[in-house]
């Protein structure tokens, strides 16, 4: 079997030990399981998972005979489920070895199925720390050969860790008790431990595995290291989206037990809003290609023409010419730096955009160099030069600035590469270490902040999963068209409703249709059968999302029906109150709306949109002569407002009084504020009156305004106008024909 078949055996192996996992979950039945595993395995050379698979039998064989005999057991459904979960072990591990046919360099990172030896890591792990103290004192007297390498033989036994953990089988519960121990003591680096905590992440991103989960979850609840604490709490959170956990008991009551804690809830309600911003980077480093950063550019440019400029005159007579130009060049540049610096403080990925051009460099070719954190003394650093590798700059660089760990990597690599070109004064202010960044949040030392350590390390990832080419086996916790909502999963969503109404507010402001869409699907039948949940703020909050929805799809009827249930919990809410009147009168209620409007008018009569709204709505309903009335009213009172004129325009059409509409619309197509349907609807005035001629050149006008689709004609486009406004036709007796015979003026 060449290699293009062994790939697409392998393909449609895995596709079918994923529906078989999937129906063990579902029914939970190890007969049957074991029968059609058995079949589809055939003539695999599977005696790598065959004794596994041979005790499985025998046990389940053993409890079935028991059974049979008339025997008793209390813990028959306990002992079942496990085997269950075991044969479950078995199907993830098959899965694994189709994924190394699939994607071999996975089958390089861990050849022969081992599991790292939890003893050598901690002989070797240990030593690493004792040894460096060691050397440090022997550094002392001048001599780093002993440091450079222990660094090497360590990030050489590190990756060998990192490696065959990622691509390791399913583990056994005895291992993963001795792993957690060794992420927990206090005789290992910091660093390590956090590498290994991510290693773990990947290998339940390529194969969920419940031990390892468990692991996360416990390495999360018992660290006293805060940055090995947010790595495990992203590690099983990320892990959560991508298993199937429904057969281990074990694992649904440590996710219980751990969001217990108010703040662990809050905590995951900070992750997902931040794993939105990850997943929009893209979207919002264009916002600042576009719209921030020219601004900044052209603002500094203008600097440095001011700065070389050597005739005092032409400084002169500039000033004279634009005294304020200076001011306002600063001001745009301030404004455009405090827009940047508000959208980072909100969570936004603003630097991923410069530093995704800087992942090229062979640094990132090992799978581990994505997600190792930042030290100065990495072995592949080898080329940055020693005075900038032990000076103050890049200390202060990355202690103040904002950037995740495969940031800081590649910053080191591009400034190494261009810093013996720089001029020697640059140089010598980087190796001062006095540069002054101005980048600390307001609060101070964000660095020691658990939120600020979870929103680096998810950029980290976030780069893995967007830019690193052996990602594709990996699932991506961050989603692919639209970010994952983790809220919607099983173990967690029963855990989080009191966290939904601030979700769904995050959802809402950013128009986040889709996301908003799954989470009310999750949440919205679970939620109605808790008792007394009607009138709570969670069901209000997933019935003004539903209206959202409703609104977005453009069914308006479901929308205010929803609306309708939310004003009368709160009767004196006016943005309810607004959406409710809008969602009516779009679902053509009017006389409904009007009512509603009128409401609102007489508690807010300072709010002219709402007497606007109750004008309009009058019109509709066939009270066209009150419409005309509030409209003169608001018209007195605001003269000068073109919103106002262009409704009492119209309701006057509708009263039949085309001459002084046709006046106000001559008035607002010369206005500033001009719109295109002002050009139309003054040729309704002309075609009204008669004057059919006048009436086809402003609807020529009208035309030239507005934009058609591709290979629209201009006749089918009027037509569809007219369709609009065929009330309007009814009411002066223009019929079909004479609406196309106006139209064609192609």
């Known amino acids: 079997m060449d290699g293009k078949a062994r790939e697409d055996a392998a393909i449609k192996s895995r596709d079918q030990l994923i529906i078989l996992g999937l129906k063990l979950e579902r029914d939970c039945n190890v007969g049957e399981t074991l029968r059609l595993l058995n079949?589809?395995?055939?003539?695999?050379?599977?005696?790598?998972?065959?004794?596994?698979?041979?005790?499985?039998?025998?046990?389940?064989?053993?409890?079935?005979?028991?059974?049979?005999?008339?025997?008793e057991d209390p813990q028959r459904q306990q002992f079942y489920k496990l085997l269950a979960a075991q044969l479950d072990g078995i199907i993830r591990d098959l899965i694994l070895e189709d994924l190394k046919v699939e994607y071999p360099y996975l089958k390089y990172l861990n050849p022969q199925r081992q599991?790292?030896?939890?003893?050598?890591?901690r002989q070797q792990l240990e030593s690493y720390v004792t040894d460096m103290a060691m050397a440090s004192l022997s550094a002392l007297n001048g001599s780093n050969d002993n440091l450079t390498d222990i660094h090497k033989r360590h990030a050489n036994n590190l990756r060998s860790y990192f490696n065959l953990t990622v691509a390791s089988p399913q583990w056994r519960h005895e291992y993963a008790v001795s792993f957690e121990k060794l992420l927990l003591s206090p005789a290992i680096d910091s660093a390590d431990a956090q590498l290994m905590v991510s290693a773990m992440t990947l290998a339940c991103l390529l194969v969920a595995d419940a031990e390892k989960i468990l692991t996360l979850i416990h390495v999360f609840q018992k660290s006293q290291d805060e940055r090995v604490k947010q790595r495990a709490f992203v590690g099983w959170v990320f892990a959560l989206s991508n298993g199937r956990y429904q057969l281990y008991d074990s694992v649904r009551q440590a996710v219980k037990e751990v969001l217990s804690d108010n703040s662990v809830k809050s905590a995951l309600l900070d992750m997902q809003i931040q794993m939105v911003y990850c997943h929009y980077a893209e979207r919002d480093n264009d916002e600042l290609r576009k719209n921030i950063m020219?601004?900044?550019?052209?603002?500094?440019?203008?600097?440095?023409?001011?700065?070389?400029?050597?005739?005092?005159?032409?400084s002169s007579l500039e000033e004279i010419l634009h005294p304020d130009e200076a001011d306002k060049r600063m001001e745009s540049l301030e404004k455009s730096i405090n827009k940047m610096n508000d959208m980072r403080k909100q969570g936004m990925d603003i630097y991923f955009g410069g530093f995704s051009q800087m992942k090229r460099f062979s640094f990132f070719n090992q799978l581990y160099n994505w997600l190792i954190p930042y030290t100065p003394t990495h072995p592949d650093l080898g080329i940055l030069p020693e005075e900038l590798r032990n000076s103050g700059f890049l200390d202060?660089?990355?202690?103040?600035?904002?950037?995740?760990?495969?940031?800081?990597?590649?910053?080191?690599i591009a400034l190494s590469s261009v810093y013996q070109r720089l001029p020697p004064e640059v140089r010598n202010v980087l190796l001062s270490g006095e540069v002054s960044l101005n980048m600390l949040d307001e609060s101070g030392e964000p660095w020691k902040h658990s939120a600020y350590i979870r929103r680096m390390y998810l950029q980290d990832l976030y780069r893995?999963?967007?830019?690193?080419?052996?990602?594709?086996?990996?699932?991506?916790?961050?989603?692919?068209?639209?970010?994952?909502?983790?809220?919607?999963?099983?173990?967690i969503s029963s855990e989080m409703r009191q966290q939904l109404p601030a979700l769904i507010s995050f959802l809402l402001k950013k128009k986040l249709w889709d996301s908003l869409q799954s989470v009310v699907e999750c949440f919205a039948t679970s939620h109605e059968k808790e008792p007394d949940c009607q009138g709570d703020e969670v069901a209000k909050s997933l019935k003004l999302a539903s209206a959202a929805l409703c609104m977005h799809n453009s069914d308006f009827v479901s929308a205010a029906d929803y609306l309708k249930e939310l004003s009368k919990m709160e009767p004196d809410n006016e943005s309810l109150l607004r959406?409710?009147?809008?969602?009516?009168?779009?679902?053509?209620?009017?006389?409904?709306?009007?009512?509603i409007y009128r409401t609102l008018t007489q508690r807010y009569p300072q709010k002219m949109s709402y007497a606007l709204g109750l004008a309009i709505s009058l019109i509709y309903c066939g009270k066209a002569d009150e419409a005309v009335s509030v409209l003169y009213k608001l018209d007195y009172e605001h003269p000068e407002d073109t919103e106002v004129q262009r409704t009492l325009a119209w309701g006057l059409l509708w009263v039949d009084r085309t001459?002084?509409?046709?006046?106000l619309y001559k008035s607002l197509c010369s206005s500033k504020e001009a719109l295109p349907d002002d050009s139309l609807n003054a040729a309704y005035c002309y075609w009204f009156q008669g004057q059919r001629k006048q009436a086809r050149e402003m609807l020529r006008k009208y035309i030239g305004l507005s934009k058609l689709e591709k290979d629209e004609s201009?006749?089918?486009?009027?037509?569809?106008?007219?369709?609009?406004?065929?009330?309007?036709?009814?009411?002066?007796?223009?019929?079909?024909?004479?609406?196309?015979?106006?139209?064609?003026i192609d």
């Open 714 to 744: 201009a006749a089918s486009f009027l037509l569809k106008k007219f369709h609009n406004d065929r009330d309007i036709f009814l009411h002066y007796g223009i019929d079909d024909t004479a609406q196309k015979v106006m139209a064609d």
């Open 579 to 595: 959406q409710y009147s809008l969602a009516v009168f779009k679902s053509g209620r009017f006389e409904k709306a009007s009512e």
């Open 115 to 121: 599991i790292p030896s939890v003893d050598d890591m």
């Open 39 to 71: 079949q589809l395995l055939g003539q695999q050379d599977a005696s790598w998972i065959r004794e596994r698979l041979d005790d499985i039998t025998d046990n389940y064989h053993r409890l079935s005979d028991f059974y049979l005999q008339g025997y």
């Open 396 to 412: 202060k660089l990355f202690k103040e600035g904002p950037f995740c760990d495969s940031d800081k990597y590649s910053f080191s």
């Open 659 to 663: 001459e002084e509409a046709q006046k």
């Open 294 to 314: 020219p601004n900044i550019i052209k603002s500094q440019d203008w600097q440095m023409m001011n700065m070389e400029s050597t005739s005092s005159d032409e």
């Open 464 to 491: 893995f999963f967007k830019l690193c080419g052996q990602r594709h086996p990996f699932f991506n916790a961050f989603g692919y068209a639209h970010p994952i909502m983790f809220f919607t999963k099983d173990m």
